[in-house]
């Protein structure tokens, strides 16, 4: 099998509670009513405005995917990742008691979408063995893609925090391109930041939309969605999602609900990405859900359930399927029952680690979660892996940091 890159480097938060949820998604504009939404088993797929052509009838289909109706309506580009985060953060600060005298020791951490699929898009039309004028074009090319992730890195907070008039400290803010499991690197960074004592708390989040405009038509055109003739694939989707992380301590200091609390979590890499050949087959997401699994502390956790991003794509279950495996031939729980967030919201990218955050969250809030510790494992199409472990607020004392 093909091994990973990097061995999981799990990291063991102590005293982090989840104080504040927020999101908006294609099944509820606010965090209890998609969460609600999702556990009812509801999904909303509508037509999008990309066509293809069925050669059995001749006529023309439109892909269909999960869009934030009414809410994104008229909104593409940077426009309509903005509106979906303003709507996402107004629903957590609507609901988690942050005041102004908190906001000097509060930061900010961002998962945007990354250029995976535009790179990988862009290589894909141009010449397989380029001259050496198509080479000096193509690299001027994927130039400007990566300068247009760093401008939106740049604009996305300042534009998102004046929306809800919220002044953070500038170096207290940090925003990371990629996928789902780039989500990772923002959750490092946040628990860095508390478990230090720079921040109390920290505003976590997601956004992300495959629905509209170039997005859309590159995971199209890359053979991704799922649609006439294409019985695997995902369908497209858009959401943000925030969560507020603090420091148990700092919670009880300003009288704040704990809704639960953030365990052992572990980041790695795959060797290579999923249009290379051999696509990954399980080995670095495997490396990052056993880290979590068998951490120290507490000695025997019982892990009842695992959300985890499979969105009907064969590759992608298959790297999840073949994670499994390897986790029965260690010893490790492997049979759990699994939420997937695309079933119910399409692929979300950049959102889905906030996104799982949520449902897992609102499960232990409603009862229904079935378990105290929630295994949420994070993959993607390019080699970025991780897992994270959600606990119940009854699941653990709740003591702060030393």
Not at 117 to 139: F, W
Not at 302 to 319: P, T
Request: hydrophobic share 45%; charged share 20%; proline share 5%.
């Amino acid at each position: 099998m093909t091994p990973a890159v990097s061995r999981a480097q799990v990291q063991l938060p102590r005293g982090i509670a989840i104080t504040g949820l927020g999101m908006v998604s294609a099944i509820g504009l606010d965090v209890i009513s998609s969460c609600a939404s999702a556990r009812a088993g509801l999904s909303r797929r509508s037509e999008l405005a990309l066509e293809e052509s069925d050669v059995d009838t001749l006529e023309t289909v439109p892909l269909r995917g999960h869009v934030v109706q009414g809410a994104t309506n008229g909104f593409d580009g940077f426009a309509r990742l903005l509106r979906l985060g303003e709507l996402a953060l107004g629903d957590l600060l609507g609901q988690s008691g942050l005041r102004d005298e908190h906001l000097s020791r509060t930061g900010l951490v961002l998962n945007l979408p990354g250029d995976f699929y535009e790179s990988t898009h862009l290589r894909a039309g141009l010449a397989t063995v380029p001259s050496e004028e198509e080479a000096a074009e193509q690299q001027e090319l994927l130039a400007e893609v990566r300068d247009a992730r760093e401008r939106l890195k740049q604009r996305m907070p300042r534009e998102l925090l004046a929306l809800h008039s919220l002044a953070l400290p500038a170096q207290a803010q940090a925003c990371f391109t990629g996928g789902a499991a780039t989500f990772m690197s923002g959750l490092a960074q946040a628990v860095q930041w508390l478990q230090t004592r720079a921040l109390d708390r920290c505003l976590v989040g997601g956004i992300d939309s495959f629905v509209h405009g170039e997005p859309l038509t590159q995971v199209h055109e890359l053979g991704l969605t799922r649609g006439v003739g294409a019985v695997t694939g995902f369908f497209p989707g858009e959401a943000s999602a925030f969560v507020l992380l603090e420091r148990v301590d700092a919670a009880r200091a300003r009288g704040a609900a704990i809704h639960g609390l953030l365990g052992p979590h572990a980041a790695t890499r795959e060797k290579q990405h999923r249009f290379l050949t051999p696509p990954p087959l399980g080995a670095a997401l495997f490396d990052a859900m056993a880290a979590c699994l068998t951490v120290s502390a507490p000695p025997a956790r019982d892990v009842g359930r695992v959300i985890v991003n499979i969105n009907g794509d064969n590759i992608r279950a298959r790297d999840f399927g073949t994670a499994l495996v390897r986790l029965a031939d260690a010893k490790l729980p492997s049979t759990f029952p699994q939420w997937y967030p695309p079933e119910h919201c399409g692929e979300i990218g950049a959102a889905t680690g906030a996104a799982s955050i949520c449902m897992g969250v609102r499960g232990f809030a409603r009862n229904y979660a079935g378990t105290q510790d929630i295994l949420v494992a994070l993959l993607d199409d390019d080699e970025n892996r991780g897992a994270f472990i959600l606990e119940s607020p009854l699941s653990q004392p709740r003591e702060g940091v030393p």
